[in-house]
């Protein structure tokens, strides 16, 4: 295992700070579900086609690294389970129960906690769907990304248009009322007449939430070489501008709060999961690849889906669960990576996080949980980014502008370069 930041403090929650003790209980657990059937050309996250044999083994490797969390951790109960990827919703409905059982086995699942899973519109049968609901999953995140069979087809989707309004329906007769819907703009080809349409046919659907993702060419995928041969045209930064102000109107009329820079929902139905991560609060992860942030320490697993199974197959000792945070974390056989988090790299991240909220950055929370609030630790950046227009305090919160919401990584970027100073 390769250990990162070593001149750190050993284990954080030791270390004297101004700050809170770090937590040690995940509020949320992600679930890394690594299959699809075919694999998008925007796409770098860590899945993979035609692994489909892996699936047995895959679900025992998963259920056995839970049930080792779940000792080290002394068994807590969960605010929030989410099954991502990948596709989960390709996996067999009986595959999805037994992980759902271990979690239940060795975290415990709190009354009323939501429980989220990402779908392909062409895999939710009512069969399927019903199975699902039973078991307790609550939300589901379907992955539409347009209403544009044309560019439906040039991304890779294994579904059309009508695919995706059929899906939500049957999703709703099944008795789901918390449905999210995934877009995507910027796309190559896609016009902003086009984007107009999807929007609009989207809002007349009304799901309680919807997520939208501007394309980033990522290095190394199919599509980033695409463009760079010339054979896809390179997205076009202003168009995508035009596009999510026209989101921004056309939610903002129809009664959706844009409560974060990606994210619309109806009274009630944000992403609770997600506002963990915005909040910058304890989590875990599960699954090749996938992210933890708990105790004082960001670390990830390896991503090799083999592997992971390899490793766990030997059913190896647990650490002891009275051990220090980051003897436990290193005992854990499919951590790959661990960088311990000091205070002045939390109050960043948290900061940048929190920022992306509608609600912003609640100056008496940031001094409840760092000693000090934002305008103590970031005096001059506060000014300067307010003094731009970017920033602005609103009744005891720092808030993005309008015009800072366009400019967000520019006001990011500001708190993490103050906490490498």
């Not at 915005?278 to 004082?296: D, I, K, T």
């Not at 220090?324 to 499919?334: K, Y």
Request: with cysteine; aromatic share 8%; net charge negative.
């Amino acid at each position: 295992m390769r250990s990162e930041n070593t001149n750190r403090p050993a284990d954080p929650a030791t270390a004297s700070s101004g700050r809170t003790q770090p937590e040690f209980r995940p509020r949320g657990l992600y679930v890394h579900i690594p299959f699809c059937k075919t694999k998008c050309p925007y796409c770098d996250f860590n899945t993979y086609a035609r692994i489909e044999d892996l699936v047995p083994r895959y679900v025992d490797a998963l259920q056995a690294e839970i049930s080792l969390w779940g000792a080290l951790l002394h068994h807590p109960p969960l605010e929030t389970v989410f099954f991502g990827g990948g596709t989960p919703s390709y996996l067999p409905a009986d595959r999805i129960v037994a992980i759902l059982e271990a979690i239940r086995g060795s975290f415990g699942v709190s009354a009323g906690a939501e429980v989220s899973l990402e779908a392909n519109p062409g895999d939710l049968t009512p069969a399927k769907l019903d199975a699902l609901r039973r078991v307790g999953i609550n939300r589901l995140s379907i992955g539409v990304q347009s209403l544009d069979d044309r560019l439906l087809e040039a991304l890779g989707r294994r579904h059309s248009a009508a695919d995706a309004r059929r899906s939500y329906h049957t999703a709703v007769d099944a008795g789901f009322d918390n449905v999210s819907i995934d877009l995507m703009y910027g796309l190559p080809h896609q016009t902003l007449t086009g984007w107009r349409d999807t929007l609009d046919g989207i809002i007349s659907l009304g799901p309680p939430h919807v997520s939208m993702y501007c394309l980033t060419l990522e290095q190394g995928t199919p599509l980033a070489q695409w463009v760079q041969l010339g054979k896809v045209p390179e997205p076009d930064p202003d168009l995508a501008a035009d596009m999510y102000e026209m989101a921004e109107e056309r939610m903002g009329q129809r009664g959706y709060r844009h409560y974060e820079i990606s994210n619309w929902a109806k009274p009630g139905f944000p992403s609770r999961h997600n506002l963990i991560y915005w909040r910058n609060q304890p989590f875990l992860g599960v699954g090749p690849g996938a992210h933890s942030y708990l105790g004082g320490f960001r670390f990830a697993n390896l991503k090799s889906p083999r592997e992971y199974i390899e490793r766990l197959d030997s059913r190896p000792p647990l650490p002891k669960a009275s051990s220090p945070m980051s003897e436990r974390i290193a005992g854990v056989p499919v951590v790959d990576t661990v960088e311990a988090i000091g205070p002045r790299l939390e109050m960043a991240e948290t900061m940048m996080m929190g920022l992306r909220l509608d609600t912003g950055i609640i100056s008496e929370d940031f001094a409840r949980r760092f000693g000090r609030s934002p305008a103590e630790v970031y005096p001059d950046d506060v000014a300067d980014l307010a003094a731009v227009g970017l920033l602005e305090d609103s009744d005891g919160a720092l808030k993005l502008t309008p015009r800072g919401r366009m400019l967000g990584n520019e006001v990011f970027s500001r708190f993490l370069a103050a906490e490498s100073v």
